[in-house]
């Protein structure tokens, strides 16, 4: 397992100084945050964020993401330069030797809340989501009043992108990924490039939209849509861990022993009524998430790729993008560190090596 942070560029008020002073991290999650959807990432660009990466003594680990552009989600006919285009961003990430890309193929919005600031008794506040909250929210002038998406869509756009999926059913989706996957995931196994899907957040259908990378039975479809280690997934705990029907250390163990988890994001949920929740800190005992048994499931099937932790609160006063502060996730990170720490000496012990000094 290798811990790594993920970092927003030079605008993220989280600098790779500060990074590299949290213990055990090493490895950096970024992305070009200002190419248009859709067109190829430039490989000078890429470069000079890789460079900035090394001088801090970091090392860039993984990209997330490179967002699909919607016509490949809908199976519009311009999806086949599309797809040129997103296999040359992925080449560009080959020639830099950056091994793994997280991607979701989520309709329209990806990660979705209905509060970005919702206060803990602690006075800590936290990202929370409301099923209830969310159906009254009026689409109908864009996306201005869903929180995090203000500036995303006005109203006309959103209505005729939202006009569009109605004739893009699961199924549909299902095959809109398998066509983009059998087009990009050969060039990403030429190129040494792990991809890994992330999951839908919430794993459930929002504003009618299909959402279908939401389970176990999800995510061993998904892997075999193209047999390849650079088919894999994005196991995020969070998102997973917001239906309580999902068996986290169970479907890390599936996946695991498939070696097709290529990274994980950990962070841990609090559920509080059908399809509610708001986001806790990342300790077993905090949420709903079984952090432990995730951790140990991971362990057992030799888990070795790149692990951050994701959203935390804003504690301890803190500023800054929503469940992308540093004190809580930095605390995430050293929890994670030393829980997987914990699991290698028991493991150790019991096998009669080790466990002296
Ligand atoms: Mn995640």
Redesign the pocket.
Known sequence: MQMTFRWYGIDDPVSLRNIGQIPGVRGVVSALYDVPVGEAWPLDRLTRLAERIDDAGLRFTVVESIPVHEDIKLGRPTRDRLADQYAESIRAMGTLGIPVLCYNFMPIFD?TRTDLAMPLPDGSTALAYDDAALARIDLSRGTGDLPGWAAAYDGPTLAALLAAYRDVDDERLWENLAWLLERVVPVAESVNVKMAI??D?PPWSIFGLPRIVTDGPALERLVKLVDSPSNGV?F?T??LGADPANDLPAMVRRLGEMQRINFM?C?NVKITGPRRFHESPHPTALGDVDMAGVMRALHDTGFTGPMRP??GRMIWGERGRPGYGLHDRALGATYLQGLWEGIAVARNQGSGVGGQG
Do not use: F, M
Request: charge should be negative; aromatic fraction near 8%; charged fraction near 25%.
């Open positions: 990660w992330h999951p957040d994005t995020c969070g998102s994001h962070r994701d959203h």
